[in-house]
């Protein structure tokens, strides 16, 4: 499949197209079955083509990638509070925040690591304050 943007000569109204081949979009052009939505006119031009990106992710305009990385970025500054702040526990995160609080002894400040959204529940259950944080990925930019 190709998509071509197409320009109505006439009332300069663009749209978008999809055709099977470049010999379909000649074909139905020269048959004249191409005609403006919104004039009728069938002096329409391809002003710029891109080829289909086979997968169906959605693609974020560059403003909002801007937003994604100011998130990210604020993500990764709150990860690093976190790893320098607690110690890290990793799967046994239910059982060590348990620990943290009913050991009398433990006087850590705080733990992270690994745990399920039921597991999360089960804590708050208990009165134990847990959170679940989205994690960024170090390598991501
Ligand atoms: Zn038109």
């Known amino acids: 499949m190709i998509k071509y943007r197409l320009k109505c000569k006439?009332?300069?109204?663009?749209?978008?197209s999809w055709f099977s081949s470049f010999k379909d979009f000649d074909k139905i052009k020269k048959l004249k079955l191409l005609t403006c939505n919104s004039c009728g006119s069938n002096k329409i031009?391809?002003?710029?083509?891109?080829?289909n990106l086979s997968?169906?992710?959605k693609k974020f305009s560059s403003n909002e990638n801007l937003k994604i990385k100011e998130?990210?970025?604020?993500?990764?500054i709150y990860q690093k509070f976190v790893k320098d702040n607690f110690r890290y526990v990793g799967k046994n995160f239910s059982y060590e925040a348990r620990s943290l609080i009913y050991d009398t002894k433990n006087n850590e400040k705080g733990i992270y690591g690994k745990a399920t959204?039921?597991?999360?529940?089960?804590l708050n259950d208990e009165g134990i304050k847990a959170d679940i944080i989205p994690w960024v990925n170090e390598k991501e930019n």
């Not at 031009?45 to 080829?51: I, V």
């Not at 998130?71 to 990764?76: D, G, H, R």
């Open 55 to 57: 997968n169906n992710k």
């Open 117 to 122: 959204k039921e597991e999360i529940e089960e």
């Open 45 to 51: 031009e391809k002003s710029l083509m891109s080829p």
């Open 10 to 16: 006439d009332c300069e109204i663009i749209s978008d």
């Open 71 to 76: 998130i990210k970025n604020k993500l990764k």
